[in-house]
């Protein structure tokens, strides 16, 4: 089991293959919230193998959705195979979608990368974020709650947030 600690300071034990089966936890933090009147939380933690030549870091994060839905999402590099849990060499960073008005805000953590390191492609209602520099690589395909204009878009980088605006595609006249 790793001790991980939530943003308002509870520990969440997670064992790696609680990971994925662990939802009593998560229920129970999502419980905590709900109790505590929190809109988010998250829990994270880090897993070393091999003398340290193989880290799987892992976490999630849970807020509340429109009509008090909670929201869960996960990152890190530790992936779910038919198998069993693997670390990847690629992290999925965590992300949050924010829809204003007439456009989108994509808020991504990509700490220990550079600014030039980070490719964006926004096609449709997708938005692939990739980042690669010698000590860590993230991917993710973001689905957005809309389609976007891929011309429109605007990001900005500081302390490991992008943050990428992105306007929504205006519906053809007809």
Same mark, same amino acid.
């Given at each position: 089991?790793?001790?991980?600690?939530?943003?308002?300071?509870?520990?969440?034990?997670?064992?790696?293959?609680?990971?994925?089966?662990?939802?009593?936890?998560?229920?129970?933090?999502?419980?905590?919230?709900?109790?505590?009147?929190?809109?988010?939380?998250?829990?994270?933690?880090?897993?070393?193998?091999?003398?340290?030549?193989?880290?799987?870091?892992?976490?999630?994060?849970?807020?509340?959705?429109?009509?008090?839905?909670? +929201?869960?999402?996960?990152?890190?590099?530790?992936?779910?195979?038919? !198998?069993?849990?693997?670390?990847?060499?690629?992290?999925?960073?965590?992300?949050?979608?924010?829809?204003?008005?007439?456009?989108?805000?994509?808020?991504? /953590?990509?700490?220990?990368?550079? /600014?030039?390191?980070?490719?964006?492609?926004? /096609?449709?209602?997708?938005?692939?974020?990739?980042?690669?520099?010698?000590?860590?690589?993230?991917?993710?395909?973001?689905?957005?709650?809309?389609?976007?204009?891929?011309?429109?878009?605007?990001?900005?980088?500081?302390?490991?947030?992008?943050? +990428?605006?992105?306007?929504?595609?205006?519906?053809? !006249?007809?």
């Amino acid at each position: 089991m790793v001790g991980a600690r939530d943003k308002g300071g509870a520990s969440v034990e997670i064992g790696l293959g609680g990971l994925f089966k662990g939802i009593g936890s998560l229920l129970d933090l999502v419980s905590k919230m709900a109790e505590e009147g929190k809109e988010e939380a998250s829990a994270s933690g880090q897993v070393e193998a091999l003398g340290g030549k193989l880290k799987g870091v892992y976490g999630f994060s849970v807020r509340v959705g429109l009509g008090g839905t909670p +929201v869960i999402e996960q990152f890190g590099n530790i992936q779910e195979t038919e !198998a069993g849990p693997v670390v990847a060499e690629t992290r999925e960073p965590l992300v949050d979608v924010l829809e204003e008005g007439d456009h989108l805000t994509v808020v991504v /953590e990509l700490p220990g990368v550079d /600014e030039k390191d980070i490719q964006l492609r926004a /096609e449709g209602d997708i938005l692939e974020v990739s980042a690669a520099s010698r000590a860590r690589k993230y991917h993710k395909e973001v689905l957005l709650p809309a389609p976007v204009d891929p011309a429109s878009l605007k990001s900005a980088y500081r302390n490991g947030v992008l943050e +990428v605006t992105l306007a929504k595609r205006k519906p053809a !006249a007809g």
